[in-house]
């Protein structure tokens, strides 16, 4: 079954940085696009950041723009966020989630149970 494991969340402070990490199992992780997105706490889901099954394709959020890094690693079949210069702002719920193809429809079949991310001083 597939399975997508998020980790890496924690406490950071503003103008810090966190890297979180997906692992995907289940199913053939170098053929899908994938997706990050964040849940912030009385808020409703809002789409960080994707990539292309190969790499070679990476999108944003405006919000993120220039601060974060989607990037994959599809011999480990992990995805990755490099988060740089956090705000406040960013405090959220992160989640992982799989793409319907190899390129980027915005449509997500699978998602992780996510992992907590706080920006405070």
């Known amino acids: 079954q597939v399975q997508l494991v998020e980790s890496g969340g924690g406490l950071a402070q503003p103008g810090g940085s966190l890297r979180l990490s997906c692992a995907a199992s289940?199913?053939?992780?170098?053929?899908?696009?994938m997706s990050w997105a964040r849940q912030a706490p009385g808020k409703g889901l809002e789409w960080v950041s994707g990539i292309y099954s190969d790499g070679s394709d990476t999108y944003y959020a405006d919000s993120v723009k220039g601060r974060f890094t989607i990037s994959r690693d599809n011999a480990k079949n992990t995805l990755y966020l490099q988060m740089n210069s956090l705000k406040p702002e960013d405090t959220a719920l992160y989640y992982c989630?799989?793409?319907?193809?190899?390129?980027?429809?915005?449509?997500?079949?699978?998602w992780g149970q996510g992992t907590q991310v706080t920006v405070s001083s």
């Open positions: 289940g199913f053939t992780f170098s053929s899908y696009a």
């Open positions: 989630a799989k793409d319907r193809l190899a390129t980027m429809t915005y449509l997500f079949d699978y």
